[in-house]
């Protein structure tokens, strides 16, 4: 990872996966606010700045453009992909988002490609994908919990490079972010769920087996990062012990990928001059 840089740095250039992989604490802040206050407040200013350019890439497509974003969310339970959803992408028009959670797969499609449930649920143009969990639970589950041979699994990384390629060749602009939560904050976390009411749907016995293989997850985490960080789909590592860094950052990333971008508001196919004048010589009701 890259180095503690100015605030007013380039947050992919300071999260993005470098070759030796090595990761941020999970409670640090690599780039942007260390505090929680200074980190609401910026916050609050990247929804302004996100929801703009997500109506100009939702017009850019609905007037004929062929973009797209899809965000990718991986980390281990608790880490946040769900809060991160609910903060970072409620703050622009629902009808420019496109989500899809990633659970066990089904009979259904275990009888196909791992790829294709994936696929099914990619962004249109204009729109923001965002997955919550994906294709990558398809090395991390059955390496882990060893479902399949490892030749099965292990083929599957350049299968995911190509994939990812395809898509960007395609138009669709590829943002894998990492919540990095550390085994202490997901202790605190899977407990407030148990000890809350209102929070216990969010708990699944099944939590504990994966807490149970922490560090083989973390490494089988470590390989993903390294065999799947690309030029055309890079990784980027967000610390997520703290719900408001979090969402600032994964903020942040969007906000850098599609500025750069540039989406363009399309041309429109009538004289605006002429409508202006219509529209004044028209009159009210019958």
């Known amino acids: 990872m890259a180095k503690k840089q100015d605030p007013v740095s380039r947050v992919r250039d300071a999260l993005r996966v470098t070759k030796d992989v090595t990761l941020p604490a999970p409670g640090s802040s690599p780039v942007g606010p260390e505090k929680k206050l200074k980190a609401e407040k910026k916050f609050d200013n990247a929804g302004e700045r996100l929801s703009a350019l997500q109506e100009a890439l939702y017009a850019e497509g609905a007037g004929g453009g062929g973009r797209s974003v899809l965000l990718v969310l991986q980390g281990m339970d608790t880490s946040g992909k769900g809060g991160t959803v609910g903060h970072v992408l409620g703050l622009v028009n629902p009808m420019g988002v496109r989500y899809a959670g990633f659970k066990k797969p089904t009979a259904a499609e275990r009888r196909h490609h791992f790829l294709w449930r994936v696929r099914r649920q990619l962004p249109s143009p204009g729109l923001i994908g965002v997955f919550d969990r ?47 939560i550390s085994p202490e904050e997901q202790l605190k976390r899977l407990t407030a769920r148990l000890r809350r009411p209102e929070k216990r749907w969010k708990f699944d016995p099944s939590d504990l087996e994966a807490r149970a293989a922490w560090d083989a997850y973390q490494a089988a985490y470590a390989d993903v990062l390294r065999r799947t960080s690309t030029a055309a789909a890079p990784w980027y590592v967000v610390p997520a012990d703290r719900k408001w860094y979090r969402n600032w950052a994964v903020a942040e990333l969007l906000i850098e990928t599609i500025a750069e971008m540039a989406p ?11 409508e202006l004048a219509k529209l004044a010589a028209v009159g009210v009701g019958g």
């Open 264 to 274: 363009k508001f399309p041309e429109p196919g009538y004289d605006v001059d002429a």
């Open 134 to 180: 994906s294709h990558y639970e398809d090395i991390l589950v059955p390496r882990v919990q060893k479902l399949v041979p490892a030749a099965e699994w292990r083929k599957r990384y350049a299968e995911i490079n190509a994939f990812e390629r395809e898509l960007a060749d395609e138009g669709t602009t590829v943002v894998k972010v990492f919540l990095h």
